[in-house]
């Protein structure tokens, strides 16, 4: 590998990692805390630790919104 390409490629992971910092990002985080459906995830993985089966979320389920909001 060139000595360039490896220097290229490291300060593009830095660059990339230093904003997933700002609070831009944490805000975000924050907002889709308080979006997803903690009781719907709290009684599918009950079910499945009952059944044995090992849950892996990839998208926690969003909570539906209200009529008019």
């Given at each position: ?10 300060a593009?992971?830095l ?6 910092s700002?609070?831009e990002?944490?805000?975000n985080?924050?907002?889709n805390?308080?979006?997803?459906d ?32």
């Open positions: 590998m060139h000595p360039n390409f490896s220097a290229a490629a490291i593009a992971c660059l990339l990692s230093a904003c997933a700002t609070p990002a944490s805000q985080a924050a907002d805390n308080a979006r997803y903690a009781q719907k995830v709290q009684a599918i993985e009950k079910a499945a630790r009952a059944s044995g089966i090992d849950v892996r979320w990839v998208n926690y389920p969003q909570k539906m919104q209200e009529e008019g909001k």
